[in-house]
C-alpha cells in the first residue's frame, strides 16, 4: 500500500531556531501533499497545501515565513518552522494521494515538536 | 457549509460491546466519507470509507450507515477490543479535494 514517511518523529529545539521536518512518499509520486497541526485532544487542522514545483498555498491565519514549505520532487515535501517559539509546539502531520484515481489520503506518522 | 458535526466527543465501552459514531455534514457537494483512526503519537490511517451511492458498508467489525437525506453517517464498530481504544474521526470529501475532519471522538474500550 502507499506509504508517507515523516522525519523525524520528535524533535525538541531551542526558542528561537528553525527546524525542517520532511515528508517523503516512498512508493508513489505526489504532485500534492498536505500539512496539518493537531494540538491534544483536538482534530487536524490544514496548515498548507505543498505544490510540487510551485508555491504552496497556506490557510487563512497562517504565517507563511514562519512555515516555510518547499516541495522540490514527485516524492519530497518539507516544512521548515522559522524563528519558533513555545506555542509552536504541536504535532505536525503530512499527508498525501496516492494516484488521481484514488480518493484516499494516507498520512505521515507525524513530527511531535517541542520548543524550549 | 464546510462543517462536518461529530458525536460523542467521548465514548467508553465495555469489551464486546458497540461502539457508535456519528457525524452530520453541511456540504452536499461531499461525495467520498472516510473514516480515521488514530493512536496517540501516530497519524491517521484510513480504516473505512463510503461514497453516498451507498447506504452501508460494512469490512469486518467496521460498519459505515449512510442516510444521504438526512447528510448523516455513523461508524459502528461490533465486538469492541481494547485494541480499539483510539481516536476516531470522520471526513467529507469532494473530488480531488482537500478533507474536511469531524472534531474527532475518543474512544475506550473496557476489558
Known amino acids: 500500500g502507499a506509504v508517507v514517511s515523516q522525519h523525524p518523529s520528535w524533535v525538541i529545539c531551542k526558542s528561537g531556531t528553525s527546524v525542517k521536518i520532511e515528508c517523503r512518499s516512498l512508493?508513489?509520486?505526489?504532485?500534492?501533499m498536505f500539512w496539518y497541526r493537531q494540538f491534544p485532544k483536538q482534530s487536524l487542522m490544514l496548515m498548507a497545501t505543498?505544490?510540487?514545483?510551485?508555491?504552496?498555498?497556506?490557510e487563512q491565519g497562517v504565517e507563511k515565513d514562519k512555515f516555510l514549505i518547499n516541495h522540490a520532487s514527485l516524492t519530497l515535501s518539507t516544512l521548515t518552522v522559522t524563528s519558533a517559539h513555545p506555542e509552536d509546539s504541536s504535532f505536525y502531520i503530512c499527508?498525501?494521494?496516492?494516484?488521481?484515481?484514488?480518493?484516499?489520503?494516507?498520512f505521515g506518522s507525524g513530527t511531535r515538536l517541542t520548543v524550549v | 457549509q464546510q462543517q462536518v458535526k461529530q458525536s460523542p466527543q467521548s465514548l467508553i465501552v465495555q469489551k464486546g460491546g458497540i461502539s457508535i459514531i456519528n457525524c452530520a455534514y453541511e456540504?452536499?457537494?461531499?461525495?467520498?466519507f472516510p473514516w480515521y483512526q488514530q493512536f496517540p503519537g501516530k497519524g491517521p490511517a484510513l480504516l473505512i470509507a463510503?461514497?453516498?451511492?451507498?447506504s452501508e458498508k460494512k469490512e469486518g467489525r467496521f460498519t459505515i450507515s449512510f442516510n444521504k437525506s438526512a447528510k448523516q453517517f455513523s461508524l459502528h464498530i461490533m465486538d469492541s477490543q481494547p485494541g480499539d481504544s483510539a481516536t476516531y474521526f470522520c471526513?467529507?470529501?469532494?473530488?480531488?479535494?482537500?478533507?474536511?475532519f469531524g472534531e474527532g471522538t475518543q474512544l475506550t474500550v473496557n476489558p
Open positions: 499527508s498525501a494521494r496516492p494516484g488521481t484515481g484514488s480518493f484516499g489520503y494516507t
Open positions: 512508493d508513489f509520486q505526489a504532485t500534492t
Open positions: 505543498s505544490n510540487e514545483g510551485s508555491k504552496a498555498t497556506y
Open positions: 456540504n452536499t457537494a461531499f461525495d467520498y
Open positions: 463510503i461514497r453516498p451511492d451507498v
Open positions: 471526513a467529507g470529501q469532494t473530488s480531488g479535494s482537500r478533507l474536511t
